[in-house]
């Protein structure tokens, strides 16, 4: 029997909802993003994000009823992001959630927002347990290995800054507007490796540091100011997007020949990166192995992979009550 989820995705700074029936099928998805007004601040504002979401919810809500031609009666299920994410912004979708849980009598599912970033791959092929994930965004740079559906065994994380918060810091630094990662992407494809930057924790681990790398550009910038030459832009995005890139993809190669995986899939807004999807392709055709990666438009936030998601969670215990609250900080587990 067929099941359509009503999910709800507030986690940062796009207010977004989505119908998706079965887990794997987007019936419709409306998504207003804030990315213009944050813009102007070179970095989301938590205050101005909250607000933004309380304005947008409503109208939200009311837009994917009429682009999908459904009402509250046909949905089985609510869906909403619980963690990790911006507390005041969670928590306007987790309120919006309760309510239509409370006043239509419907099953409530927390979603981890890191699962949908995930389970956003599902509407692009079936999941081959066990498999690889690699989670690339702007708070997490993460290696998981999946047994099966909703079982998350980390395999190795950032210890510190993530991949996208690196692009974003030597984005700024170089005169590119926020968001930083498809400015550095663009430039980085007019530009060589000239530049001698530091590979981050090169080890046998599966955890990865990006703030080094980070750092060393920013000092390298600094000092070549200071000495009165001028840094070619695009020849430092390519030598930071390459060295980054590639450790990330030497890390996820390892893991993949040590547990004899055969399918990975990608998730996270980095995952847009034009460069880390074509190493991958790469060395993923080498091995024989499956590479799952969302359309561009589902790389980042978005309503439709927590209705994925939240398909497989209802199963694993994630049916909630009207005490659910948001949690800024939590681990997939």
Do not use: W
């Not at 987007?26 to 804030?34: A, F, N, R, Y």
């Not at 066990?130 to 740079?141: D, F, I, K, N, Q």
């Not at 700024?172 to 400015?183: A, C, D, K, M, V």
């Amino acid at each position: 029997m067929s099941k359509y989820i009503l999910a709800i995705e507030s986690s940062c700074d796009e207010t977004s909802m989505s119908i998706v029936k079965n887990g794997h099928i987007e019936i419709s998805t409306v998504t207003l993003s804030q990315m213009d007004i944050h813009a102007n601040y070179g970095g989301v504002v938590p205050e101005i994000a909250s607000r933004n979401h309380i304005e947008n919810i409503t109208l939200v809500y009311e837009e994917l009823l009429k682009k999908s031609k459904m009402n509250i009666n046909d949905i089985d299920y609510i869906a909403v992001t619980y963690a990790p994410g911006l507390s005041g912004s969670l928590l306007v979708g987790i309120q919006f959630a309760k309510t239509l849980s409370f006043v239509y009598n419907k099953p409530l599912i927390k979603v981890h927002h890191i699962a949908g970033h995930i389970y956003a791959n599902r509407l692009f092929g079936e999941f081959k347990f066990p498999l690889l994930a690699l989670v690339v965004s702007g708070g997490h740079t993460d290696i998981i290995k999946m047994t099966g559906h909703y079982k998350f065994d980390y395999l190795g994380s950032t210890v510190d800054d993530a991949i996208g918060e690196a692009y974003d810091k030597v984005a700024r630094i170089i005169g590119l507007s926020y968001p930083g990662g498809p400015g550095i992407d663009k430039i980085s494809k007019m530009g060589k490796h000239t530049y001698n930057l530091p590979t981050p924790m090169d080890d046998d681990s599966y955890n990865f540091s990006f703030s080094g790398l980070k750092s060393a550009t920013i000092n390298l910038v600094h000092n070549e100011k200071q000495r009165g030459n001028e840094i070619n832009k695009e020849d430092l995005a390519r030598s930071f997007q390459e060295v980054a890139i590639n450790i990330i993809v030497k890390k996820v190669v390892k893991a993949l020949k040590e547990s004899k995986l055969k399918q990975l899939v990608v998730a996270g807004g980095v995952s847009a990166n034009t460069y880390l999807r074509c190493r991958l392709k790469e060395e993923c055709d080498k091995l024989g192995v499956e590479l799952l990666i969302p359309d561009i438009k589902y790389c980042t936030d978005n309503a439709a992979m927590i209705g994925c998601a939240a398909y497989y969670a209802k199963d694993n215990g994630n049916i909630t009550d009207l005490n659910l609250n948001a949690i800024s900080q939590e681990k997939l587990i």
